[in-house]
């Protein structure tokens, strides 16, 4: 059941039990590996969204930053960075006066 609820695009449904599971039997590889998955399912819809929303507005603050957090975590830097930059640079933010006091333009 589990595997057809994420498999078909319910996988915070499929989280809530996985997570009671891991509570019961906190070795069972096969509930990590579902877990796993889970979790993946949402990031790759996240991801998806953000990509929609920069597509729309490719200076949107939010959109930008959630981006700069996932290239970050994938290790993508560069790409980070450029998120970050286009997060801030069309709207105020306390973070781009931090930059400004630093001297970055």
Avoid: V
């Avoid at 609820?5 to 906190?26: D, Q, V």
């Avoid at 998955?37 to 790759?44: E, F, M």
């Avoid at 930008?64 to 980070?80: H, T």
Wanted: net charge positive; glycine share 6%; aromatic share 12%.
């Amino acid at each position: 059941m589990l595997a057809f609820l994420t498999m078909s695009g319910a996988e915070t449904i499929s989280l809530t039990y996985l997570m009671n599971l891991k509570f019961r039997y906190p070795r069972q590889q096969y509930t990590k590996n579902m877990r796993r998955q889970g979790w993946i399912g949402r990031y790759i819809q996240a991801e998806k969204y953000a990509d929609s929303t920069i597509r729309i507005y490719a200076f949107h603050p939010q959109a930008n930053m959630a981006k700069c957090l996932m290239k970050k975590a994938k290790g993508n830097i560069p790409a980070a960075i450029e998120a970050a930059k286009k997060a801030i640079s069309k709207s105020y933010s306390t973070e781009k006066k931090k930059l400004g006091k630093l001297g970055y333009d």
